[in-house]
Structure formats: structure tokens, C-alpha cells
T-cell receptor
């Protein structure tokens, strides 16, 4: 069975500093990996995905993620954090077995960016 | 193009009642999946529909059901509501190997 781990419940960073939100995964076969962000009382907003190709994936709002197959990781990064980046971030992996399609999510990491 | 539309945004129901939530996917997307989000259990997969057929189901009791119409719109139904069913219910649509686009969700409160 596939799984995703986000080891940090919360990450605190000062505005202007780089940020990293960690994610590791476990799947059989090639992973399809995603990052989503959630603001209070809202749905999930897509940030980026990795399906194949370059290990460094660029996404929305200046975010990027690095796929590392040997470490089974897909960490989310941003060179310079903004206060408006404060939100809940979810890493997810897609089940690619057969024709069914579902996402398995990590437990989420709350990012707090302060002035 | 229009995003994923979920209605209603908020619902308050009494224990024992039933509820129906609606999801309209992005035009052209044939796959619709549903997720439940709670503080304790996080985001959990409920089921997925593709071309009117349930293609995948999560580990939820039979009180949770769904369907998909020929225009790809989907509904989910929860019967005999329990307090623990209070959650944010999210719908997502996708097509092929693309990403999943989520709606804003329906916040269900059971009292």
C-alpha cells in the first residue's frame, strides 16, 4: 500500500528566509507526487506535481519541489518565504495501479511565516 | 475554464438524518473523487467515479454512497448521520495523468 509521511507538524520561518517542507513516500512502481496548499475554510489548491522528467519541479507562487528517488523524498521549497505563504501544506501520492485513481495524503504541515 | 463546484458550502444536520452533497467537475473531466477531511483523521479517500461507474472505494461504512451522472456531475449521500460525520467533504476532478483539481468543499456539521 502506498503511504506519505510529513514528519513535521509545523514549520516556522521568518519572512525572506528559505523554507522547506518535508515529505517522504512509499509506493510500488513509479510515483506520481503532488503538493497542495490549504487556507482556512477552503479546499486544496494545487501547487505542483511530479510525474516524470526533471527532478526539480517548479510550481505556483514560486514554490518548487525536488524529487529524490533514492531517498524517496519530495520536499517542497521556496527561496524566500512570504507571510502570505502561511497555510497548511499537504503532500500526496497517486495510486497508479490498474485504472483506479486515488490520492493518499500526508498528515499535513502547518507553515507559519513571521515578520 | 470553470473550476470544480461543490454545493452547498455549509450544512447543519441532525443525527439520524441523511444528506446529499453535489459536485460539478471541470468540463471534460470524467473522473470525480471524494475525500473527507477531519482534524483527527486528516484527508481520507471516500470513492472515485469514472464515466458513471464507481472505480475505487475507500474504507468507509455503507452509509456513505455516491453516484455519477452522464454529465459527470457527482453526488455523495450519507445516511443515518452520526456526530463523527462532521467534516469538510472535498470533491476533486481529474482527467488522465493530470493533476487533481479540488472544489472549495462542503462543511457538514452534525448536531
Amino acid at each position: 500500500a502506498q503511504s506519505v509521511a510529513q514528519p513535521e507538524d509545523q514549520v516556522n520561518v521568518a519572512e525572506g528566509n528559505p523554507l522547506t517542507v518535508k515529505c517522504t513516500y512509499s509506493v510500488s512502481g513509479n510515483p506520481y507526487l503532488f503538493w497542495y496548499v490549504q487556507y482556512p475554510n477552503r479546499g486544496l489548491q494545487f501547487l505542483l506535481k511530479y510525474i516524470t522528467g526533471d527532478n526539480l519541479v517548479k510550481g505556483s507562487y514560486g514554490f518548487e519541489a525536488e524529487f529524490n528517488k533514492s531517498q524517496t523524498s519530495f520536499h517542497l521549497k521556496k527561496p524566500s518565504a512570504l507571510v502570505s505563504d502561511s497555510a497548511l501544506y499537504f503532500c500526496a501520492v497517486r495510486d497508479n495501479t490498474g485504472t483506479a485513481s486515488k490520492l493518499t495524503f500526508g498528515t499535513g504541515t502547518r507553515l507559519q511565516v513571521t515578520l | 475554464k470553470a473550476g470544480v463546484t461543490q454545493t452547498p458550502r455549509y450544512l447543519i444536520k441532525t443525527r439520524g438524518q441523511q444528506v446529499t452533497l453535489s459536485c460539478s467537475p471541470i468540463s471534460g473531466h470524467r473522473s470525480v473523487s471524494w475525500y473527507q477531511q477531519t482534524p483527527g483523521q486528516g484527508l481520507q479517500f471516500l470513492f472515485e467515479y469514472f464515466s458513471e461507474t464507481q472505480r475505487n472505494k475507500g474504507n468507509f461504512p455503507g452509509r456513505f454512497s455516491g453516484r455519477q451522472f452522464s454529465n459527470s456531475r457527482s453526488e455523495m449521500n450519507v445516511s443515518t448521520l452520526e456526530l463523527g460525520d462532521s467534516a469538510l467533504y472535498l470533491c476533486a476532478s481529474t482527467e488522465g495523468a493530470g493533476g487533481y483539481t479540488f472544489g472549495s468543499g462542503t462543511r457538514l456539521t452534525v448536531v
